[in-house]
């Protein structure tokens, strides 16, 4: 029997790099000091295992010339700013920890996403193998 208590991983991308064009200063680090408490509270109770926030900078690699560009770009609603990854019990935990961002209130968006065990498209390869395996028998 296992009793070992097992959680799920989730990733919680911050969508939107502007989110603090139209605050003073002091509004942006009340900001800051509630994230900061936000993801420090999180990491004492054993909920956050990591989190960073991404530079405006980058390069986008692309088809298969491996063309690179410039991106992601700053301007962008949709650039990803940064994440924290969870381990807590469920989607709707990571969901109710999502509703708690600070930057909400500023036009920020957050994507909650499941961490899959393994690459989707090597569990489709396997799953069709299996499939092929039980038509042959």
Known sequence: ???????????LLFRGTRWDKELSPEEIQSVVNKWAAWFERLTKEGKAKAGQPLKDEGKVVSGKKRTVADGPFAESKEAIGGYFLLEVD???EAVAIAKECPGLDYGLNVEVRPVADQCMVRQRAMDREAGQELAAV
């Open 90 to 92: 469920s989607i709707d």
């Open 1 to 11: 029997m296992n009793t070992q208590n097992t959680k799920d991983q989730y990733l």
